[in-house]
């Protein structure tokens, strides 16, 4: 079972490199990890089990915050319009998106960072995304709003890159013009 324990934080190497590709079809091992990454995004949002357990609540989880460096990623939340994704991703890929933008108006977290990074973390308002799904099937999605952004704040961890680097470093708070809150 995953535990915050199994996170690794800021400063750890795989949360700025970018990472591997997974190979199909996925190993007993990998399917394990991506199976143990939807349950711990589930039990971290069951009010039983993430108090037992000490967890923080999220609605993802990237390889990389595990320390491994695989193009895997899980989700599992509801959106503002009653949608509900809850799978593991391989080798998810952006394949199309937006030039409109959005962000959370509350700005984003993440479960490897021990601290507040205040400022609008600009987003795409669509993205549409083709991947391997837990069970191996080829997937395309669609996804805008909220489900975009938390898709985009994942997939950023496949490459590297953390929530506040999207901040503006000189005013932090500046909306991207146009852009709308998806909450
Ligand atoms: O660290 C992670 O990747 C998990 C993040 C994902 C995320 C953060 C901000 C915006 C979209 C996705 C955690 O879910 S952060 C905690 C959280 C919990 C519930 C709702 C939003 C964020
Ligand atoms: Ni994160």
Same mark, same amino acid.
């Given at each position: 079972m995953i535990t915050m324990k199994d996170i690794v934080r800021e400063g750890y190497p795989t949360l700025t *490199? %970018? /990472?591997a590709p997974v190979e199909m079809p996925p190993n007993k091992e990998d399917q394990e990890t991506l199976t143990d990454m939807l349950t711990f995004i589930q039990n971290s949002q069951d009010p039983e089990i993430s108090e037992k357990y000490e967890l923080r609540p999220g609605v993802g989880l990237a390889a990389p915050q $595990? @320390? $491994? %460096?695989? &193009?895997m990623m899980a989700v599992h939340f509801e959106d503002l319009n @009653?949608? %509900? =994704?809850s799978d593991g991703y391989y080798n998810p890929k952006i394949i199309s998106h937006s030039v409109e933008q959005t962000y959370i108006s509350t700005g984003? !977290?993440?479960l490897s960072v021990d &601290? *507040?990074?205040p400022g609008i973390v600009p987003r795409h308002m669509r993205i549409t995304i083709k991947a391997i799904n837990l069970n191996g099937e080829p997937v395309k999605l669609r996804l805008k @709003? =909220? /489900? /975009?952004v938390v898709f985009q704040h994942e997939i950023d961890h496949l490459n590297g890159i953390m929530f506040y680097d999207h901040i503006n470093k000189n005013d932090p708070f500046k909306?991207?013009? !146009?852009a709308k809150p998806c909450d």
């Amino acid at each position: 079972m995953i535990t915050m324990k199994d996170i690794v934080r800021e400063g750890y190497p795989t949360l700025t *490199e %970018s /990472a591997a590709p997974v190979e199909m079809p996925p190993n007993k091992e990998d399917q394990e990890t991506l199976t143990d990454m939807l349950t711990f995004i589930q039990n971290s949002q069951d009010p039983e089990i993430s108090e037992k357990y000490e967890l923080r609540p999220g609605v993802g989880l990237a390889a990389p915050q $595990l @320390g $491994l %460096s695989k &193009r895997m990623m899980a989700v599992h939340f509801e959106d503002l319009n @009653g949608n %509900s =994704y809850s799978d593991g991703y391989y080798n998810p890929k952006i394949i199309s998106h937006s030039v409109e933008q959005t962000y959370i108006s509350t700005g984003e !977290g993440c479960l490897s960072v021990d &601290r *507040e990074v205040p400022g609008i973390v600009p987003r795409h308002m669509r993205i549409t995304i083709k991947a391997i799904n837990l069970n191996g099937e080829p997937v395309k999605l669609r996804l805008k @709003g =909220y /489900a /975009a952004v938390v898709f985009q704040h994942e997939i950023d961890h496949l490459n590297g890159i953390m929530f506040y680097d999207h901040i503006n470093k000189n005013d932090p708070f500046k909306t991207p013009d !146009g852009a709308k809150p998806c909450d």
